[in-house]
């Protein structure tokens, strides 16, 4: 058995074995590219009119949205930009809640259950498969990563032996017999979607998983650990300051430090850490370029500061992931392109599916012309 026997072998029982998920999670991929944009269409709430005047602070904000909810816990806010509503998202008892309101008026715009929200539903079927947390990523993650290996058996198998080879073997022969066509819709397919598919494929497992985040990190850094990005100061909780008070006071400071700038996300403060962290986004729905800020709980003190301009290129493109898994880094013809590979990918496991079993039944066959 040679080396393109195994690869074909391999290529054959793993994408047997990971094709469902590889198709449901490539599928509502293809539903979530566009989410913002289909958002924005669908969801008037989401944008409103500038107004030339400083935004309520998040005390308010928090203050509006738990009159709301008052039997739920808030969790992050998120001043969007200054032509969209702020987010206040609320959680407890199993209820997941966003309070959408107008950061100039305080005027709640809507109140939104994520829990039947279509496109949180999508997005925990991509993540999950609406598995129970630890096992359902556990599912994708090995599916992806079996995806990526058959990218690469798929690119192997199909490669031609001769220069000569490589028009046709890019053709997809339309007027051939079906088994052929669907043979060329797998592979041709499959060789144009693969830079793409893999850099979609590699930025979600990135996003999911810390160990690969950290090699990435480590990888493009060339080996060179930066300290000053991985370690937080130690705050030991004393007397911590007002939570409603802690949050105006960080959130001022970091309007002030990153001037310009579209997205504030106000994370709660974790439990025994001490820390409030405030990100800010460059731009408005753009998770690349961000500025992070990190205030102490017990007086409201700036203690660290990571600006975009001083992190090091492997946490830059760690940042980048999301961009890159979406398309969205380029824009919207990233976007068409990054849907375009997402729906090839949802076409492969069947195409792959219907090739083994037009295989599998030449086989049968002539085992029963033999007897």
Request: hydrophobic share 45%; with cysteine.
């Amino acid at each position: 058995m040679n080396i393109k026997e195994i690869a074909r072998l391999a290529h054959r029982w793993l994408g047997l074995t990971s094709g469902l998920v590889v198709f449901i999670v490539s599928i509502t991929g293809c539903m979530y590219v566009f989410q913002d944009e289909i958002r924005d269409a669908t969801e008037p709430w989401r944008k409103i009119e500038v107004q030339q005047k400083a935004v309520l602070l998040p005390s308010a904000l928090s203050a509006i949205a738990q009159k709301v909810h008052p039997e739920l816990q808030i969790g992050r806010i998120v001043y969007v930009s200054k032509d969209r509503s702020a987010v206040i998202f609320l959680t407890g008892k199993g209820q997941f809640y966003t309070v959408y309101i107008n950061p100039y008026s305080g005027a709640v715009l809507h109140d939104q259950n994520l829990r039947k929200d279509f496109f949180t539903i999508v997005q925990f079927i991509h993540i999950y498969l609406l598995l129970p947390g630890p096992i359902g990523k556990m599912v994708v993650g090995v599916s992806v990563f079996i995806f990526l290996a058959l990218l690469i058996t798929g690119v192997f198998i199909w490669w031609p032996k001769r220069k000569t080879q490589m028009k046709r073997a890019l053709t997809i022969k339309l007027n051939g017999k079906w088994r052929r066509v669907n043979y060329d819709l797998h592979s041709v397919l499959g060789v144009y979607a693969f830079l793409i598919a893999f850099i979609v494929a590699f930025t979600g497992l990135s996003i999911s998983y810390d160990w690969l985040k950290k090699g990435v990190n480590r990888t493009v850094n060339l080996g060179t650990s930066y300290e000053f990005e991985e370690k937080l100061p130690a705050i030991k909780v004393t007397k911590a300051l007002d939570s409603a008070k802690l949050m105006d006071i960080s959130f001022l400071e970091s309007v002030k430090r990153s001037p310009g700038s579209d997205m504030f996300l106000i994370a709660p403060v974790e439990k025994g850490s001490g820390l409030l962290n405030i990100t800010v986004y460059q731009k408005a729905l753009f998770y690349y370029k961000s500025d992070r800020y990190y205030f102490n709980g017990n007086n409201g003190e700036l203690v660290k500061e990571l600006a975009h301009r001083h992190k090091s290129n492997g946490l830059k493109l760690n940042e980048m992931s999301y961009d890159l898994h979406t398309g969205q880094i380029l824009g919207l013809p990233g976007k068409i392109i990054a849907f375009l590979s997402s729906l090839i990918c949802t076409t492969l496991p069947v195409t792959g599916f219907l090739f083994w079993r037009g295989k599998r039944k030449d086989k049968r066959k002539a085992l029963a012309d033999k007897v």
